[in-house]
C-alpha cells in the first residue's frame, strides 16, 4: 500500500504541473482527494491491514493528503498570479491620452487679487467695509474737504446722477460713513467698484477699482502709515520690494504722500518699463485731514489716523503681466481661463 | 508747469546734473514728470559764414553756396533758397546731421543736386522746430538769416549760437501750490530743497512823475470777489519785438512770444505766478475801470473774437459802459494791445477762485490766467508782480512808467499764525527731530517762527494747521527717513456674515465650472429690449447718469442679465465654444422718495455650449447645488406666477422657465433663454441662464450645520413605476410620495421617464426607487408593504396609476 500511496503522490504531482486553469485543478483535487478519490479509496481499505501496519499506512496516507492538499494550493496561487498577471498586461492603456475634463471655474483676476489683499489686511486686524457706489456729494466730496469748487475736484472727472448725487469716484465716501458710524479704533479697508468719466483704453476705464484703507486711534503716525503699506507690499510683491514715498496733495490727508514702487526691471535706475524713472507710481496716502476727522464727530486733537488708496486694477495688471485694462471687462473665456 | 532751466538759473545756482535735481524736487513734493532739452533732434548743425554764393548752373532757381563751418576749407552746399546772400550767417546742416522736416527728425547726407555737389544744407526756421515768433526778424519761407542777437562764431553749434538749447523740466503741480506754477515759486522750492541761497531781488523802477488818479480811476463794486486791483499806466509806448532773452524763456515755458507789452505781461505771470493784463487805455470809456458782477444777458467779444453771453455770477472788468474783460479769464477784444497802442494799463489784480472757475467752466474757456485764479491765489502777489512789470518795460526801453499807481485792496487780511508744536509734530510723524532742525527746515521756506506760532509767506494758500506744519517738516526732512513702524495695539477682525456668504456662492459656483466675470454696471437703455422687457416693466425705472460717456453706459442696471448676455455674446463672437460665466455684483433700484437707490446684490450666470452638451436641467441642477451649499431651507421649484419678482422672466423660454420659492419668498430663477433673445445676442445655440437675489437668499440660510448620526440598521428599497398624465408635474408626485411615506422614508429617487409605446397618448411613466429606513430597528417586510400601500393608495389619488 505503501507503494500505492506513493504512487499516487507522484501522479497527482505530474497531473498538477500539468494542470492550466482552476478547473482542472478541481478536477485534480476530486480524482485524488474526494469523496470518492483516489486517497479515500485507500483509507476505505485500511480495514485489512494489520494492526502494526495500520498506523503506518494511516499516518503517511494523511501525509501524501496533505501534500497533495498543498500541492493543489500552491498551483492554485500560482494560476491566479499567472491570471491577474495576464489580465494588467491586457488591460494597459496609453496614459498619455488627455484627461477627462472637469470643469473648474476661475476667479476673475481682479477678484483674486483682492482676495489676497484682503487676506493680508484680515491678518493685520482690518475689517471689510463696503458702501454704496451711487453716493451724495456730500459723502464723495464736502466731507472730504473738497467744497463745491474746488479745484481738486477737476482731477476725479465725475458722472453725475443730479446736482447733489453722482457715482463715486473714490471708496473713501465709504471710510466718511465708517466714521460717522463707529468711534475709535477703527481699521477698515473699503474695497470697491469707482468711476470716472475716462474713456475707455488700454490704461483707462470710466469704472475700475479701489482699494482703500483708514486706521483711525489715539497715537497713530505717519510711520504707522509707512510700515503698514511697507508690509502689504512686501507681502504682495516680494520681500525685496522697495518702496519710495514722496510729498503729494490730496484734499482729505494732510501730510499726503504717493508712493513709488521701484521699477523691477532696472532697480530704479530707469528703463522703458517704467519710462525712466526708475519707480513706478501705485498708490496715494496720508495722515487724516484734521478737518476730516472733526467733520465726521472726531476729535482731532486726541485722535490721529492715516488713509491710502490703491488701484486694484494696477496691481492685477502688474501680477499678471496684462497690458492691455480692456481684458478685464471684455471677459473673454480664453482670457478667464488662464487664471 | 514747464520750468525753463536757464531761466530758474537767474536765481539759484543747484550745481548739480538735472536728473539729481529732477529726483530732489521731486522728493520734497515738486513732481517732476520729465525733463526735456529744447531741440534735441538737431545735429551737427552749425553756424555758417556765406562766402561766396554762384547761381546753379543748371538751374534757374538754385544757388551754389560756399560755407566756411570753421573746418578751414569751406564746404559747397546748394540751396534753392532765394534769401541768402554772401557775407549772411546761416545754419547749415553739414554731412551726418540731423534736422526737422515736416515735424519729424531726418538725417542730411551729402549728395548732388543737378550734377552739382551738395554737403549739407542750409536750414530755414520751421527745419530747426521755431517759427518767426522766435526770431520775428526772420521771414517765413526762407534760409533763416541769423541776426545780431545770434553768436556768429562760425562753426559754433547752432543751438547754442541762436539759445536754442534751454533744458525744460515739466512739474505736476497740486492744485493746493499755485506758487509753484511760477519760476520765483520753483526757485524757492529748489532753494529750500538743496538749502542754498535764492537770489530773488524785489523788483524796482525809476519811473516819471505823474498823478495816476488823473489819468484813470478803479472802483471794485463786488470786493468779495475781487479782494484786491492794482492798476499801473505806461505811456509813450514803443510796441514791437522783445529781446531774445525774453522770448526765448516763454518759448521754454509753451508760450508764444507776441510783442512787447504782452509778453511782459506773460513773462510776469509765469514768473510770479500771478496772471497780467495789458490793455489799452484808449478803449475804456471814461478811464474808469469798474469791477462788478455782470448784468444778465450782458455780451462780450473776447480777444478770441468769440462772442459770449454773461450771466449774472460773472465778474468783470468794465468802463462806463459794457465790460471790457472777462475777470481772471480772457480780455475782451477791443482792450488788447495793437501796433498803434500808445498807452498801456497793467492791471495786477486778485479774483476770488471759486468764482473764476465757475465762470470759465461755464463760458467753457480755461485759459492760463483762471487755471492760475481759480486755485485761490494770495492777494499779496499783485504787488512784486506789478513792480515787476514796470522793470520790465524800462529794462527793454519800451515806455515810460507813471510812478504812482492805483491800488485798491479791500480784502487786505492780517496773517495768522499756527500752533507750532515740535513735540506734536514729532508724535504726529513718529519722528525725533530735533526742534532747531525743524525751525530750520521751516525757515528755509520763509516761515516766521514766533510765540510758539508758525507765520507762512504770504503765497503760501495752503499753510492752516498743524498738519500742514507737519507735512512741511516731513518733506525738508524726508519722507523716507520717516521710520517704518506697526500700529500699537491689537485688532481683531473677521469677514461679515454677507462677505462670508458672497465668499461661499462664488466657490460654489466655481466649483461647479463657471467663469467668474467682471463688467460695467452703466449699460444702454436699449439693452432692456434685448432681453425682451415689457414696456412697462419695473425694471426700465433707472438711475440715469446726467452726463454719460455715451449712451451704452448711461444708466444704472437695473438687471445683471444684460450684462451677462454681452459676455456671451461677445464669446460666441469670437467663436468660442463654450462660454460658462457668473457674476457676483450689484444692481442699482431707484426707491421712490429716497436720495439714493437701493443696490442690492445677485448672482447672474449665463452659459452656452455650443456642442450642446447641456440643457435646462444643467443650470437648474448647478442652482441646486449652489442651494444645498449655501444651506438653504427647503424650497418648490415651480413655473413663474404672473407677478414674479423677476421682471427678467420676459427673456426666458415660456416653457423652459422656473422659479425657486423658499419660505414664501422667490430667490432665484433660472431656464433656457428665449429664442429672440438669443437672437438679439447673436446667438446661435441654446443658452442658459439664472439669477439668484442674494440677500433673500441668505436671510434664509443657515450657516449651522449640524452632525445627525449614521443610520445603525439596514435600508428597504422599493421600486415605484406609475403611469400619469403627461401634465401632472414630477414634484408634485414627488411631495405626494413622501407625504404618504412618512418618517420611514429616508431618500427617493426618480430614474427613469418614459413616453411612448405601451404608454398611452397624453401619459407618462416614471419610475422611482424609494428607500425606507427605521432608526428603531430593522424593518420587516410587512412594515414596508405598509409604507408602500398608503404611497400607492395616495398616488392614485392624484391620477397616478402603478404598473404591473
Given at each position: 500500500m505503501k507503494e500505492k500511496l506513493k504512487a499516487i503522490e507522484a501522479a497527482a504531482r505530474e497531473k498538477l504541473a500539468k494542470a492550466a486553469d482552476l478547473k482542472e485543478l478541481d478536477e485534480i483535487r476530486v480524482e485524488y482527494l474526494g469523496k470518492k478519490g483516489a486517497i479515500t479509496s485507500i483509507l476505505k481499505q485500511m480495514g485489512g491491514l494489520s494492526p502494526e501496519e495500520r498506523p503506518v499506512i494511516g499516518q503517511l496516507?494523511?501525509?501524501?493528503?496533505?501534500?497533495?492538499?498543498?500541492?493543489?494550493?500552491?498551483?492554485?496561487?500560482?494560476?491566479?498570479?499567472?491570471?491577474?498577471?495576464?489580465?494588467?498586461?491586457?488591460?494597459?492603456?496609453?496614459?498619455?491620452?488627455?484627461?477627462?475634463?472637469?470643469?473648474?471655474?476661475?476667479?476673475?483676476?481682479?477678484?483674486?487679487?483682492?482676495?489676497?489683499?484682503?487676506?493680508?489686511?484680515?491678518?493685520?486686524?482690518?475689517?471689510?467695509?463696503?458702501?454704496?457706489?451711487?453716493?451724495?456729494?456730500?459723502y464723495c466730496f464736502e466731507a472730504l474737504n473738497m467744497p463745491k469748487h474746488h479745484p481738486a475736484r477737476d482731477t476725479q472727472d465725475t458722472f453725475y446722477i443730479n446736482e447733489n448725487v453722482l457715482l463715486r469716484t473714490q471708496t473713501s465716501s465709504v471710510q466718511i460713513r465708517t466714521m460717522e458710524k463707529m468711534k475709535p479704533p477703527i481699521r477698515i479697508i473699503s474695497p470697491g467698484a469707482v468711476y470716472r468719466s475716462d474713456a475707455v483704453d488700454a490704461t483707462h476705464s470710466p469704472i475700475f477699482h479701489q482699494i482703500e484703507g483708514l486706521v483711525i486711534d489715539k497715537g497713530i503716525t505717519m510711520a504707522d502709515l509707512k510700515g503698514t503699506l511697507e508690509m502689504l507690499l512686501k507681502r504682495l510683491y516680494g520681500e525685496e520690494t522697495q518702496l519710495r514715498f514722496r510729498p503729494h496733495h490730496f484734499p482729505y490727508t494732510e501730510p499726503s504722500a504717493e508712493v513709488d514702487l521701484m521699477c523691477f526691471n532696472c532697480h530704479g535706475k530707469g528703463c522703458s518699463m517704467c519710462k525712466q524713472e526708475g519707480y513706478v507710481e501705485l498708490l496715494g496716502a496720508g495722515m487724516v485731514h484734521p478737518k476730516v476727522l472733526s467733520e465726521c464727530g472726531i476729535d482731532p486733537e486726541v485722535y490721529s489716523g492715516f488713509a491710502f488708496g490703491i488701484g486694484l486694477e494696477r496691481i492685477t495688471m502688474g501680477r499678471y503681466n496684462i497690458n492691455d485694462m480692456r481684458l478685464l471687462y471684455e471677459n473673454d473665456m480664453r482670457f478667464l481661463n488662464q487664471f | 508747469m514747464d520750468l525753463s532751466m536757464r531761466w530758474l538759473a537767474d536765481y539759484v545756482d543747484c550745481k548739480c546734473d538735472i536728473k539729481t535735481f529732477c529726483d530732489a524736487l521731486t522728493l520734497s513734493g515738486s513732481k517732476v514728470e520729465c525733463h526735456t532739452e529744447e531741440g534735441d533732434y538737431l545735429s551737427n548743425v552749425v553756424v555758417g559764414h556765406v562766402v561766396d554764393i554762384v547761381p546753379h548752373p543748371n538751374s534757374d532757381h538754385m544757388f551754389i553756396c560756399q560755407i566756411d563751418v570753421g573746418e578751414g576749407e569751406p564746404v559747397q552746399i546748394v540751396t534753392g533758397a532765394q534769401n541768402v546772400h554772401k557775407g549772411d550767417y546761416v545754419p547749415a546742416a553739414k554731412h551726418k546731421s540731423t534736422v526737422l522736416h515736416e515735424g519729424k527728425q531726418v538725417k542730411i547726407t551729402k549728395g548732388k543736386l543737378r550734377g552739382e555737389a551738395s554737403n549739407g544744407m542750409l536750414c530755414s526756421l520751421e527745419e530747426l522746430g521755431l517759427t518767426t515768433h522766435d526770431f520775428p526778424y526772420a521771414i517765413e519761407d526762407g534760409i533763416f538769416i541769423l541776426g545780431d542777437d545770434c553768436d556768429k562764431t562760425v562753426g559754433k553749434d547752432i543751438r547754442e549760437a541762436i539759445g536754442f538749447n534751454d533744458k525744460i523740466v515739466e512739474f505736476e503741480i497740486t492744485s493746493n501750490r499755485p506758487d509753484c506754477m511760477s519760476v520765483i515759486g520753483l526757485a524757492k522750492e529748489a532753494a529750500a530743497t538743496f538749502n542754498i541761497p535764492a537770489n530773488i531781488k524785489e523788483p524796482t523802477f525809476k519811473g516819471i512823475d505823474?498823478?495816476?488818479?488823473?489819468?484813470?480811476?478803479?472802483?471794485?463794486?463786488?470786493?468779495?470777489?475781487?479782494?484786491?486791483?492794482?492798476?499801473?499806466?505806461?505811456?509813450?509806448?514803443?510796441?514791437?519785438?522783445?529781446?531774445?532773452?525774453?522770448?526765448?524763456?516763454?518759448?521754454?515755458?509753451?508760450?508764444?512770444?507776441?510783442?512787447?507789452?504782452?509778453?511782459?505781461?506773460?513773462?510776469?505771470?509765469?514768473?510770479?505766478?500771478?496772471?497780467?493784463?495789458?490793455?489799452?487805455?484808449?478803449?475804456?470809456?471814461?478811464?474808469?475801470?469798474?469791477?462788478?458782477?455782470?448784468?444778465?444777458?450782458?455780451?462780450?467779444?473776447?480777444?478770441?473774437?468769440?462772442?459770449?453771453?454773461?450771466?449774472?455770477?460773472?465778474?468783470?472788468?468794465?468802463?462806463?459802459?459794457?465790460?471790457?474783460?472777462?475777470?481772471?479769464?480772457?480780455?475782451?477784444?477791443?482792450?488788447?494791445?495793437?501796433?498803434?497802442?500808445?498807452?498801456?494799463?497793467?492791471?495786477?489784480?486778485?479774483?476770488?477762485?471759486?468764482?473764476?472757475?465757475?465762470?470759465?467752466?461755464?463760458?467753457?474757456?480755461?485759459?492760463?490766467?483762471?487755471?492760475?485764479?481759480?486755485?485761490?491765489?494770495?492777494?499779496?502777489?499783485?504787488?512784486?508782480?506789478?513792480?515787476?512789470?514796470?522793470?520790465?518795460?524800462?529794462?527793454?526801453?519800451?515806455?515810460?512808467?507813471?510812478?504812482?499807481?492805483?491800488?485798491c485792496y479791500p480784502g487786505k487780511k492780517e496773517r495768522v499764525g499756527v500752533t507750532y508744536d515740535p513735540a506734536w509734530?514729532?508724535?504726529?510723524?513718529?519722528?525725533?527731530?530735533?526742534?532747531?532742525?525743524?525751525?530750520?527746515?521751516?525757515?528755509?521756506?520763509?516761515?516766521?517762527?514766533?510765540?510758539?506760532?508758525?507765520?507762512?509767506?504770504?503765497?503760501?494758500?495752503?499753510?492752516?494747521?498743524?498738519?500742514?506744519?507737519?507735512?512741511?517738516?516731513?518733506?525738508?526732512?524726508?519722507?523716507?527717513?520717516?521710520?517704518?513702524?506697526?500700529?500699537?495695539?491689537?485688532?481683531?477682525?473677521?469677514?461679515?456674515?454677507?462677505?462670508?456668504?458672497?465668499?461661499?456662492?462664488?466657490?460654489?459656483?466655481?466649483?461647479?465650472?463657471?467663469?467668474?466675470?467682471?463688467?460695467?454696471?452703466?449699460?444702454?437703455?436699449?439693452?432692456?429690449?434685448?432681453?425682451?422687457?415689457?414696456?412697462?416693466?419695473?425694471?426700465?425705472?433707472?438711475?440715469?447718469?446726467?452726463?454719460?460717456?455715451?449712451?451704452?453706459?448711461?444708466?444704472?442696471?437695473?438687471?445683471?442679465?444684460?450684462?451677462?448676455?454681452?459676455?456671451?455674446?461677445?464669446?460666441?463672437?469670437?467663436?468660442?465654444?463654450?462660454?460658462?460665466?457668473?457674476?457676483?455684483?450689484?444692481?442699482?433700484?431707484?426707491?421712490?422718495?429716497?436720495?439714493?437707490?437701493?443696490?442690492?446684490?445677485?448672482?447672474?450666470?449665463?452659459?452656452?455650449?455650443?456642442?450642446?452638451?447641456?440643457?435646462?436641467?444643467?443650470?437648474?441642477?448647478?442652482?441646486?447645488?449652489?442651494?444645498?451649499?449655501?444651506?438653504?431651507?427647503?424650497?418648490?421649484?415651480?413655473?413663474?406666477?404672473?407677478?414674479?419678482?423677476?421682471?427678467?422672466?420676459?427673456?426666458?423660454?415660456?416653457?423652459?422657465?422656473?422659479?425657486?420659492?423658499?419660505?414664501?419668498?422667490?430667490?432665484?430663477?433660472?431656464?433656457?433663454?428665449?429664442?429672440?433673445?438669443?437672437?438679439?445676442?447673436?446667438?446661435?445655440?441654446?443658452?442658459?441662464?439664472?439669477?439668484?437675489?442674494?440677500?433673500?437668499?441668505?436671510?434664509?440660510?443657515?450657516?449651522?450645520?449640524?452632525?445627525?448620526?449614521?443610520?445603525?440598521?439596514?435600508?428597504?428599497?422599493?421600486?415605484?413605476?406609475?403611469?400619469?398624465?403627461?401634465?401632472?408635474?414630477?414634484?408634485?408626485?414627488?411631495?405626494?410620495?413622501?407625504?404618504?411615506?412618512?418618517?420611514?422614508?429616508?431618500?427617493?429617487?426618480?430614474f427613469d421617464i418614459y413616453k411612448g409605446k405601451q404608454i398611452a397618448e397624453g401619459k407618462k411613466s416614471l419610475s422611482y426607487s424609494l428607500t425606507l429606513r427605521s432608526h428603531e430597528g430593522t424593518l420587516t417586510v410587512e412594515q414596508a408593504d405598509k409604507v408602500m400601500d398608503k404611497v400607492i393608495k395616495a398616488l392614485a389619488e392624484k391620477g397616478a396609476e402603478i404598473r404591473s
Open positions: 496516507a494523511n501525509s501524501v493528503r496533505a501534500d497533495i492538499d498543498e500541492m493543489l494550493r500552491s498551483a492554485q496561487n500560482a494560476i491566479k498570479t499567472k491570471a491577474a498577471a495576464k489580465k494588467l498586461e491586457a488591460e494597459r492603456i496609453d496614459v498619455t491620452l488627455p484627461g477627462k475634463s472637469h470643469r473648474l471655474g476661475k476667479a476673475h483676476p481682479l477678484n483674486a487679487t483682492l482676495a489676497e489683499v484682503e487676506e493680508v489686511f484680515l491678518g493685520m486686524g482690518f475689517d471689510i467695509v463696503e458702501g454704496p457706489e451711487v453716493e451724495t456729494d456730500h | 505823474g498823478d495816476i488818479n488823473e489819468i484813470m480811476s478803479v472802483e471794485i463794486h463786488d470786493p468779495d470777489l475781487c479782494p484786491r486791483y492794482m492798476g499801473g499806466y505806461v505811456k509813450n509806448v514803443k510796441i514791437g519785438p522783445s529781446p531774445r532773452w525774453l522770448r526765448e524763456r516763454l518759448r521754454a515755458s509753451g508760450v508764444r512770444p507776441i510783442n512787447n507789452f504782452v509778453d511782459i505781461t506773460n513773462f510776469v505771470m509765469l514768473e510770479y505766478g500771478q496772471p497780467m493784463h495789458a490793455f489799452d487805455l484808449r478803449y475804456v470809456k471814461g478811464a474808469k475801470i469798474n469791477i462788478r458782477r455782470a448784468k444778465a444777458g450782458e455780451t462780450i467779444t473776447t480777444l478770441d473774437g468769440q462772442e459770449r453771453t454773461l450771466s449774472e455770477e460773472m465778474l468783470v472788468i468794465a468802463d462806463e459802459e459794457k465790460p471790457v474783460a472777462v475777470a481772471g479769464v480772457m480780455g475782451g477784444e477791443y482792450s488788447g494791445i495793437m501796433d498803434d497802442t500808445t498807452a498801456v494799463v497793467f492791471e495786477s489784480a486778485c479774483f476770488d477762485g471759486a468764482s473764476v472757475r465757475t465762470t470759465a467752466k461755464k463760458l467753457g474757456m480755461r485759459t492760463d490766467a483762471s487755471a492760475r485764479f481759480e486755485k485761490g491765489l494770495d492777494a499779496g502777489n499783485t504787488y512784486p508782480a506789478l513792480m515787476r512789470a514796470f522793470e520790465l518795460v524800462e529794462m527793454l526801453g519800451c515806455g515810460e512808467v507813471v510812478r504812482t499807481y492805483i491800488d509734530i514729532n508724535g504726529f510723524l513718529g519722528t525725533d527731530i530735533p526742534e532747531a532742525e525743524m525751525t530750520e527746515y521751516l525757515t528755509r521756506l520763509e516761515f516766521r517762527i514766533e510765540n510758539g506760532k508758525a507765520y507762512a509767506p504770504y503765497y503760501r494758500i495752503d499753510i492752516e494747521n498743524k498738519a500742514d506744519l507737519a507735512e512741511e517738516v516731513a518733506r525738508l526732512y524726508g519722507y523716507n527717513k520717516i521710520p517704518d513702524t506697526i500700529i500699537r495695539g491689537v485688532a481683531e477682525a473677521k469677514l461679515t456674515r454677507k462677505q462670508r456668504f458672497d465668499r461661499t456662492i462664488s466657490e460654489a459656483v466655481r466649483g461647479l465650472g463657471l467663469n467668474e466675470i467682471t463688467t460695467f454696471s452703466f449699460i444702454s437703455p436699449k439693452y432692456f429690449d434685448k432681453i425682451r422687457l415689457p414696456e412697462d416693466s419695473k425694471l426700465r425705472n433707472t438711475v440715469v447718469i446726467s452726463n454719460p460717456l455715451g449712451e451704452d453706459t448711461s444708466v444704472m442696471r437695473t438687471t445683471l442679465l444684460p450684462s451677462v448676455m454681452e459676455v456671451l455674446s461677445r464669446n460666441r463672437k469670437v467663436r468660442n465654444n463654450e462660454c460658462y460665466a457668473f457674476e457676483l455684483a450689484n444692481e442699482y433700484i431707484p426707491v421712490e422718495g429716497e436720495v439714493l437707490p437701493i443696490e442690492p446684490e445677485r448672482l447672474c450666470i449665463g452659459m452656452y455650449d455650443a456642442a450642446g452638451k447641456i440643457d435646462f436641467f444643467t443650470v437648474k441642477g448647478i442652482i441646486e447645488q449652489l442651494l444645498d451649499r449655501c444651506g438653504a431651507p427647503a424650497y418648490e421649484v415651480s413655473r413663474p406666477a404672473e407677478d414674479t419678482v423677476f421682471g427678467e422672466v420676459s427673456a426666458f423660454h415660456p416653457g423652459r422657465v422656473a422659479v425657486i420659492t423658499a419660505e414664501g419668498r422667490e430667490v432665484a430663477i433660472f431656464g433656457e433663454l428665449h429664442p429672440e433673445t438669443l437672437e438679439n445676442y447673436g446667438l446661435d445655440c441654446r443658452a442658459y441662464a439664472a439669477k439668484v437675489n442674494v440677500p433673500e437668499l441668505m436671510e434664509l440660510c443657515t450657516e449651522q450645520k449640524t452632525y445627525k448620526p449614521l443610520p445603525k440598521f439596514p435600508a428597504v428599497t422599493r421600486d415605484l413605476s406609475l403611469t400619469c398624465d403627461d401634465e401632472l408635474a414630477a414634484a408634485v408626485i414627488e411631495s405626494t410620495i413622501r407625504s404618504a411615506a412618512g418618517s420611514l422614508l429616508e431618500a427617493v429617487n426618480l
